[in-house]
């Protein structure tokens, strides 16, 4: 059960993808997820499920895990795409019963927000399967840096950011442990209403937090046994470099982000009937 | 008689068909009497947590199985649930496991999950404390004020308190230092020799074992390499080596003293066996 959250989960591989900037990573990650919300007409958002897939093939990251990360909102997208389907009305209608009316709008609504979440999803995932938690925040530090003129504490935030990452595996672990140790004692988990199994659960949640403050003071301590202080002047281990690749994939995803703001708004262009706006 | 717990090909795989696999038990088979004090060594990562985590049900075995007083537990639901109550499993550091308000309400834990009436509750709790050596002011205490050892047993207090035909200690005197060890070992003695119950003792100290166990059974790699008698296991020094475990220092001396030119009794485990054939050397 606990063994399946997949947050921030890192898939270990030496595509292309992984090998870029982690900055300039997260910049296209934004750049990209804002191009969804471009897209009006059929041919773009095609483009775009097309760019997804092919960055998905890229990255060699096994397709089973980019469908799991889809899986836990899946039922959402289902949900929402039939409420589109059954009632907003516009455009041709093809099917009309009672309450129910199925028009050329609806299908079009629905089959957007399915692919835009669908694609949203993928895109973000694809970013943590990629980099690793600590090139992660290592990287989120550098772009906030400027922040610093406001007197933002950027290191300290990002500091805080890596360790609660690097604690997820060992709390999953230490629930895991102190859930064996209660049932071994006869906690039941499993029978009994809400309410009973929220109880059940105290057994499991007091250790738990105890645990973890312990975990927290411990850390603290040896942080400051070696002098740990808000790294400011503090060198890199690992020198974040801007390769020839780097720039390669700003320059296309700017050539791509044009075209698909002139597919979407260029008149001479959105007039023509296979570029017809459609939402 | 039937032995208590008999297991019987056991073997278990941590993450089946995934690149990290892992195989903790294999072909795993033995037989415990009633009333045995056995020991339980390995070295660390030699399947001896998930060896004993398949005798209360709580892991399902991947292929074998285990019987307790001759029928598996594996059977149905209610099987594996009453398993947890005949074997009594104290995992190693027990401590993190306490969460009640009172010391006394945590050791009654165990005891409430098998819906036993009030009477009976504290009964056990008194009984399960007094083995312990927790004292009765300890008992009004919030947990997280005792100290380290008593922490520990009181932990262990908690699983015996639900009085199992079969108490199991994973590591127990992991961490603790040599005063907390001894305490712990002795009451682990005298519970076997006043409730007759069966205990296993699962540790990677040598030392440990030779002084409190009567029987051992050592594991390596997942499989069980020897078991018998103390003395019989522990004269086996040099597989035991090649296994990555330490011979008691005493054991090491003597052998030592042998190779010297002394003619010693080499069969000795623990320091005071090393005293009494010190002594009869001095007298001769
Ligand atoms: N929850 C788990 N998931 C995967 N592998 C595990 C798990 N627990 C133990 N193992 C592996 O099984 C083997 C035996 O571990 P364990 O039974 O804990 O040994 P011991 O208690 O003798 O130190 C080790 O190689 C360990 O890495
Ligand atoms: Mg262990």
């Known amino acids: ?279 | 008689m039937t032995p208590v717990i008999s297991v019987q090909n056991l073997n278990y795989i941590y993450n089946v068909g995934l690149p990290n696999e892992v195989r903790a038990v294999e072909n795993v088979s033995f037989d415990i009497g009633h009333g045995e004090l056995i020991g339980l060594i390995g070295h660390t990562g030699s399947g001896k947590s998930t060896l004993v985590q398949h005798l209360n049900g709580l892991l399902k075995p991947s292929s074998g199985d285990v019987l307790l007083d001759g029928k598996s537990i594996f059977e149905s639901k209610s099987t594996i649930h009453e398993a947890k109550f005949k074997v009594g499993l104290c995992f190693q550091y027990p401590e993190y496991q306490l969460f009640e308000e009172t010391v006394e309400k945590d050791i009654a834990f165990g005891p409430t999950n098998m819906k036993l009436d009030k009477e009976e509750i504290v009964r056990r709790v008194v009984k399960a404390a007094s083995f312990v050596g927790l004292k009765p002011e300890h008992m009004k205490k919030s947990p997280f004020e005792l100290s380290g050892g008593e922490k520990r047993r009181a932990a262990i207090a908690g699983v015996m308190a639900m009085e199992p035909q079969v108490l199991i200690l994973d590591e127990p005197t992991a961490g603790l230092d040599p005063n907390g060890r001894d305490k712990i070992l002795n009451m682990v003695k005298l519970y076997r020799d006043t409730t007759g119950c069966t205990v296993i003792l699962v540790s990677h100290s040598m030392e440990d074992v030779a002084k409190t166990c009567d029987k051992v059974l050592v594991m390596n790699k997942g499989c069980v390499e020897m078991f018998g008698k103390t003395d019989d296991v522990f004269c086996r020094y040099e597989e035991l080596s090649s296994m990555g475990l330490n011979v008691p220092q005493v054991s090491r001396i003597f052998s030592l003293l042998k190779k010297g030119g002394l003619n010693v009794n080499t069969e000795v485990f623990t320091v005071e066996a090393g005293v009494n054939e010190l002594l009869k050397i001095l007298k001769r």
């Open chain 1, 1 to 279: 059960m606990v063994k399946d959250i997949t947050i921030g989960q890192y898939f270990p591989s030496d595509s292309i993808i992984h090998r870029l900037d982690p900055r300039v990573k997260i910049v296209l990650t934004l750049v990209l997820i804002v191009c969804i919300f471009i897209c009006k007409n059929i041919p773009s958002l095609l483009a775009f499920v097309l760019i997804t897939a092919l960055l998905v093939l890229v990255s060699k990251v096994p397709l089973k895990m980019v469908l799991k990360s889809i899986k836990p909102i899946a039922i959402v997208i289902l949900f929402t795409s039939l409420l589109n389907i059954f009632y907003i009305r516009g455009g041709t209608v093809f099917f009309e019963w009672k309450f129910i009316h199925i028009t050329s709008k609806g299908l079009f609504t629905a089959l957007f927000m399915a692919a835009r979440v669908i694609c949203l999803v993928v895109i973000s995932s694809l970013l943590t399967y990629t980099t690793t938690p600590t090139m992660l925040t290592d990287a989120i530090e550098r772009l906030l840096s400027p922040l610093k003129i406001f007197k933002i504490p950027v290191h300290t935030l990002s500091m805080m950011m890596t360790l609660a990452l690097r604690f997820i595996p060992v709390l999953i672990d230490e629930i895991d442990r102190i859930t064996n140790a209660q049932k071994a004692r006869g906690a039941d988990f499993e029978t009994g209403g809400l309410i009973k199994k929220a109880q059940a659960m105290i057994p499991i949640i007091v250790p738990l937090f105890i645990s973890s403050i312990k975990h927290a003071y411990e850390l603290a301590d040896a942080m400051d046994c070696r002098c740990y202080t808000d790294g400011s002047g503090r060198t890199r281990m690992k020198q974040m470099k801007t390769k020839a690749s780097d720039y390669a994939a700003l320059f296309v995803s700017l050539v791509f982000v044009t075209a698909l703001i002139l597919c979407n708004y260029a008149p001479f262009i959105t007039g023509l009937t296979f570029f017809n706006t459609v939402i």
